[in-house]
């Protein structure tokens, strides 16, 4: 079961404590972390969250969704230097390169907050992080949509820019959060406070972010992975017309729960939003993926091919570190998930939603590319793109499925300069 304040307090009664869900959506705390928050028996739940509560009204310590999340760090949390983040983010260059990755995103950065993330990833990539950041500044604008000072110009250029600002519309699958049509299972003598899910946005600010985002000629992006809140967000895009040229102008995260009535939807919608999802959840989660849904809902989730049967931008993605997986963003570990359908213990899921080889690298390569604002400069081999390229240890389309897991990256270019991989252990 979920740890309470009463169990944490066991561990110190004079020092915070936090532990945040794997899902990175929720996390509890101990009394003392309650307190420094400010948090008791009298404080509202946050926008986009809740307070866990016992049977007397009391804080129990739970703090469901990112609201309450937000809220206790806020109030609670140390806020790091500048160079002590620097420093944190260099650490990951030979990370970043032993996995092959050069381009990513960070879709979850606090625009203004100290330090300032566009200048933090800016500055590490001078000092030697050989890695392109497009940035997705979490909405803080509430119900108006000139709640957030507008991009300049010079945020939105550059390897490291801001490509689009980003709302939460729900939980999680595996937290029991996301808002699903359907009532999630319960174990004997569980009791959930929100039995589908919760949504955690409103009409309203959607329609304040979306015209931020319209104004300022960046992506939408909403993290939204139960079929519940994808009704909601496609009816509220239902009559709205893009507004980028080059790239879709809406993303949505994750779309666990992506039914095919919705696809057919979005098949009529003007405006047609691009997808990522991560084939890495059910892979590593199953266990909380089988105790939150039915079989038939189970087999249902992350339609990889349906996805990619009807769009053409849509990507395959980690959402590091967001699972309980050591090794969340190894992509040869999403490439064989999606390509067998099983998960870490061999269990299958929806095979019939599994994809080729070439289909899961093309949505790791050329087709995530579409998702953001990379088309036609990374992910293909042809004239006009960038060099960027890795050797592997095996040809994929020769590789046995169930090991495709076991690739590893033997070399890394970056513009055509080959780049030094970190030493193995």
């Not at 590490?124 to 300049?152: H, I, K, T």
């Not at 509220?236 to 994750?254: F, Q, T, Y």
């Not at 963003?329 to 080729?356: I, K, M």
Request: with cysteine; net charge negative.
């Amino acid at each position: 079961r979920t740890p309470l304040k009463d169990d944490l307090d066991q561990v110190s009664a004079d020092r915070p404590v936090f532990i945040r869900r794997s899902d990175y959506h929720s996390a509890v705390v101990n009394s003392k972390a309650l307190e420094m928050a400010g948090i008791d028996r009298n404080t509202p739940d946050p926008e986009g969250g809740a307070f866990g509560r016992d049977a007397n009204g009391e804080p129990d310590g739970r703090l469901i969704e990112l609201g309450a999340v937000r809220f206790l760090e806020a109030h609670a949390k140390p806020v790091k230097t500048f160079e002590s983040a620097v420093e944190s983010l260099l650490k990951l260059k030979d990370h970043y390169l032993s996995h092959g990755i050069l381009t990513t995103t960070n879709m979850m950065v606090m625009r203004g907050s100290d330090p300032e993330p566009l200048t933090l990833y800016r500055e590490a990539c001078r000092r030697g992080l050989p890695v392109d950041f497009n940035l997705y500044a979490v909405w803080q604008g509430g119900e108006d949509s000139s709640g957030m000072p507008d991009f300049r110009a010079d945020e939105l250029r550059g390897p490291v820019r801001y490509a689009g600002v980003k709302l939460f519309a729900d939980g999680s699958i595996s937290g029991k959060t996301a808002a699903v049509r359907n009532p999630y299972k319960t174990a004997e003598g569980e009791k959930l406070d929100y039995p589908c899910g919760m949504m955690t946005l409103e009409e309203p600010v959607f329609l304040a972010a979306l015209s931020y985002a319209r104004r300022n000629g960046v992506q939408l992006s909403i993290h939204i992975m139960g079929d519940r809140s994808i009704d909601a967000v496609l009816d509220w895009l239902s009559d709205v017309d893009p507004w980028l040229a080059d790239v879709p102008s809406v993303r949505l995260e994750h779309a666990s729960l992506l039914r095919p009535d919705q696809l057919e939807r979005i098949d009529q919608m003007r405006l047609k939003p691009a997808f990522t999802t991560q084939i890495i959840f059910p892979f590593a989660e199953w266990r909380s993926y089988r105790a939150s849904l039915s079989d038939a809902d189970f087999n249902a989730a992350y339609p990889v091919k349906s996805i990619a049967e009807r769009l053409d931008a849509f990507a395959l993605s980690s959402d590091a570190p967001c699972t309980t997986w050591a090794d969340p963003d190894s992509v040869f570990v999403s490439l064989a998930a999606a390509v067998t359908r099983r998960d870490a213990d061999d269990g299958v899921f929806g095979p019939d939603e599994a994809v080729s080889v070439g289909t899961a690298l093309a949505l790791y390569t050329g087709r995530a590319a579409l998702v953001m604002p990379e088309n036609g400069q990374i992910g293909v081999i042809e004239p006009g793109a960038r060099a960027n390229f890795i050797r592997l240890s095996g040809n994929p389309f020769m590789t046995a499925p169930s090991k495709l897991a076991e690739l590893r990256v033997t070399g890394i270019w970056r513009d055509g300069a080959k780049l030094e991989l970190p030493k193995a252990d």
